[in-house]
């Protein structure tokens, strides 16, 4: 089975420059994570979706910063105007969360290998 | 709010050693445990869980077990190999949509 996928790897960028990063979940999952990790911070998490919709975005750090979710196999994490502190490993994951009203799982995440960005 | 503690690293150990890296909750409810390892350039795995209290979760000789008494999940193994060497994260999440709360993460070394 696949596992979550992330694109693109790598991406190396000039300030200043709008940088879109994207995400296919696990056939199946309806929830859907973003976090982002640096040396400093650590793992942080910055939005998350359910069935598509938000459900948190208060880990959004500005409005530079916008994620959707346009339906269950896609989602994007789009910076616009990017700035060297963006530079981090941004991780997509998803789990099983909820069928209907009913929670389902045991709330694991499955992590994307993630995209490494850098902005010069 | 919901919090995971873990032992500052890096921790550095010879191969063969015996390996503790102690993780601490505090949580509402009834949440599940997880101990997640990345290792050098890719995503966080899953190693183990555990969704209830005195529930013992092992993968690949390490173990750990859900202390509700000590709000505790210490990640332990008998013999460490070279091969182990990552970052080791413990979460703790609640079945349903919530995201997973991680600790700050804790680097293994292991020497030759």
């Known amino acids: 089975d696949a596992g979550v996928i992330q694109s693109p790897r790598h991406e190396v960028t000039e300030m200043g420059q709008e940088v879109t990063l994207r995400c296919k979940p696990i056939?199946?999952?309806?929830?859907l994570f973003w976090y982002r990790q640096t040396m400093m911070r650590g793992l942080e998490l910055l939005i998350y979706?359910?069935?598509?919709?938000?459900?948190?975005d208060s880990g959004m750090p500005e409005d530079r910063f916008s994620a959707k979710m346009p339906n269950a196999s896609f989602s994007t994490l789009k910076i616009q105007p990017s700035e060297p502190r963006d530079s981090a490993v941004y991780f997509c994951?998803?789990?099983?969360?909820?069928?209907?009203?009913?929670?389902?799982?045991?709330?694991?995440?499955?992590f994307g290998e993630g995209s490494r960005l850098t902005v010069l | 709010g919901n919090s995971v503690t873990q032992m500052e690293g890096p921790v550095t150990l010879s191969e063969e050693a015996f390996l503790t890296i102690n993780c601490t909750y505090t949580?509402?409810?009834?949440?599940?445990l997880f101990w997640y390892v990345q290792y050098p350039g890719e995503g966080l795995q899953l190693l183990l869980k555990?969704?209830?209290?005195?529930d013992k979760g092992s993968n690949k000789g390490f173990e750990a077990t859900y202390r509700k008494e000590t709000t505790s999940f210490h990640l332990e193994k008998g013999s460490v190999q070279v091969s182990d060497s990552a970052v080791y994260f413990c979460?703790?999440?609640?079945?349903?949509?919530?995201?997973?709360?991680f600790g700050s993460g804790t680097r293994l070394q292991v020497q030759p």
């Open positions: 056939s199946g999952h309806n929830s």
């Open positions: 949580a509402t409810g009834y949440p599940s």
């Open positions: 979460a703790l999440g609640y079945t349903g949509r919530r995201a997973l709360t």
């Open positions: 979706f359910n069935n598509n919709v938000p459900i948190d």
């Open positions: 994951a998803s789990s099983s969360g909820t069928s209907g009203r009913i929670a389902t799982g045991t709330g694991e995440l499955f």
């Open positions: 555990a969704t209830k209290a005195d």
